[in-house]
Protein backbone atom coordinates (compact mmCIF):
# COMPACT_ATOMS: atom_id res chain seq x y z
CA UNK A 1 0.00 0.00 0.00
CA UNK A 2 1.42 3.12 -0.91
CA UNK A 3 2.28 5.54 2.19
CA UNK A 4 3.22 9.48 1.09
CA UNK A 5 4.08 11.59 4.19
CA UNK A 6 4.71 15.50 3.83
CA UNK A 7 6.84 18.18 5.35
CA UNK A 8 8.15 21.29 5.09
CA UNK A 9 5.43 23.37 5.93
CA UNK A 10 4.96 26.46 8.11
CA UNK A 11 4.49 29.64 8.57
CA UNK A 12 6.39 32.49 6.46
CA UNK A 13 6.42 36.20 5.34
CA UNK A 14 5.82 37.40 2.02
CA UNK A 15 8.35 37.00 -0.38
CA UNK A 16 10.12 34.06 1.87
CA UNK A 17 10.85 30.61 0.71
CA UNK A 18 9.89 26.89 1.63
CA UNK A 19 10.71 23.20 0.81
CA UNK A 20 8.05 20.41 0.60
CA UNK A 21 9.44 17.35 0.84
CA UNK A 22 6.93 13.94 0.54
CA UNK A 23 8.24 10.70 1.67
CA UNK A 24 6.99 7.44 -0.45
CA UNK A 25 6.57 4.00 0.53
CA UNK A 26 5.10 1.02 -0.38
CA UNK A 27 5.98 1.55 -4.05
CA UNK A 28 7.77 1.87 -7.08
CA UNK A 29 8.59 5.15 -7.12
CA UNK A 30 10.54 6.24 -9.94
CA UNK A 31 8.02 4.50 -12.01
CA UNK A 32 4.97 6.96 -11.49
CA UNK A 33 4.61 10.22 -12.03
CA UNK A 34 4.56 12.81 -9.08
CA UNK A 35 2.80 15.75 -8.33
CA UNK A 36 1.36 18.69 -5.83
CA UNK A 37 -1.16 19.81 -4.90
CA UNK A 38 -2.69 22.38 -2.64
CA UNK A 39 -6.20 23.08 -1.21
CA UNK A 40 -7.22 26.55 0.23
CA UNK A 41 -10.05 27.31 2.79
CA UNK A 42 -13.32 27.24 0.35
CA UNK A 43 -11.28 25.96 -2.73
CA UNK A 44 -11.35 23.26 -4.45
CA UNK A 45 -7.54 21.24 -4.86
CA UNK A 46 -5.55 22.10 -7.52
CA UNK A 47 -2.44 21.01 -9.55
CA UNK A 48 0.29 22.84 -8.73
CA UNK A 49 2.75 20.95 -10.29
CA UNK A 50 4.00 17.52 -11.21
CA UNK A 51 6.98 15.76 -12.48
CA UNK A 52 6.92 12.53 -14.94
CA UNK A 53 9.34 9.38 -13.63
CA UNK A 54 12.31 10.52 -15.75
CA UNK A 55 12.22 14.45 -14.57
CA UNK A 56 9.99 16.30 -16.84
CA UNK A 57 8.07 19.31 -15.35
CA UNK A 58 5.10 21.46 -15.55
CA UNK A 59 3.52 24.18 -13.51
CA UNK A 60 0.17 26.03 -13.30
CA UNK A 61 0.55 29.16 -14.32
CA UNK A 62 0.59 30.92 -10.84
CA UNK A 63 3.53 29.13 -9.22
CA UNK A 64 5.98 29.22 -12.95
CA UNK A 65 9.00 30.94 -12.25
CA UNK A 66 8.40 30.66 -8.44
CA UNK A 67 7.93 26.97 -7.18
CA UNK A 68 10.29 24.27 -8.54
CA UNK A 69 9.39 20.58 -8.43
CA UNK A 70 12.39 17.75 -8.27
CA UNK A 71 12.53 14.05 -7.39
CA UNK A 72 15.32 12.10 -5.87
CA UNK A 73 14.61 8.73 -6.96
CA UNK A 74 16.82 6.91 -5.10
CA UNK A 75 15.94 8.01 -1.43
CA UNK A 76 11.66 7.78 -2.65
CA UNK A 77 11.00 11.32 -1.96
CA UNK A 78 9.17 13.98 -3.80
CA UNK A 79 10.17 17.94 -3.23
CA UNK A 80 8.73 21.33 -4.04
CA UNK A 81 10.90 24.14 -3.54
CA UNK A 82 8.67 27.41 -3.07
CA UNK A 83 10.33 30.99 -3.62
CA UNK A 84 8.90 34.43 -3.52
CA UNK A 85 5.65 33.29 -1.84
CA UNK A 86 2.30 35.27 -1.54
CA UNK A 87 -0.50 35.30 0.62
CA UNK A 88 -2.43 33.40 -2.20
CA UNK A 89 -0.08 30.54 -1.97
CA UNK A 90 -1.63 29.84 1.68
CA UNK A 91 -2.87 26.16 1.65
CA UNK A 92 -2.87 22.83 2.58
CA UNK A 93 -0.42 20.90 0.19
CA UNK A 94 -0.43 17.59 -0.94
CA UNK A 95 1.61 15.17 -3.05
CA UNK A 96 -0.09 12.48 -5.24
CA UNK A 97 1.24 9.93 -6.96
CA UNK A 98 0.19 9.73 -10.88
CA UNK A 99 0.26 9.04 -14.28
CA UNK A 100 0.96 10.95 -17.22
CA UNK A 101 -0.53 10.52 -20.56
CA UNK A 102 0.95 13.18 -23.50
CA UNK A 103 -2.71 13.51 -24.54
CA UNK A 104 -4.51 13.76 -21.26
CA UNK A 105 -1.55 14.62 -19.19
CA UNK A 106 -1.64 14.18 -15.93
CA UNK A 107 -3.77 11.81 -13.74
CA UNK A 108 -3.81 11.65 -9.99
CA UNK A 109 -4.39 8.15 -8.91
CA UNK A 110 -6.05 7.47 -5.13
CA UNK A 111 -2.80 7.99 -3.51
CA UNK A 112 -2.94 10.82 -1.41
CA UNK A 113 -0.40 12.09 1.98
CA UNK A 114 -2.54 13.95 4.70
CA UNK A 115 -0.91 17.35 3.38
CA UNK A 116 0.88 20.16 5.04
CA UNK A 117 0.02 23.80 5.79
CA UNK A 118 1.98 26.39 4.44
CA UNK A 119 0.82 29.99 5.76
CA UNK A 120 2.03 33.17 4.18
CA UNK A 121 1.65 36.13 5.56
CA UNK A 122 3.06 39.25 7.87
Known amino acids: QVRLVESGGGLVQPGGSLRLSCAAS????????MGWYRQAPGKQRELVAF???????NYADSVRGRFTISRDNAKNTLYLQMNSLKPEDTALYYC????????????????WGQGTLVTVSS
Open 96 to 111: NQGTYGSGRGYTALDA
Open 26 to 33: GTSFSAYA
Open 51 to 57: IRSFGTT
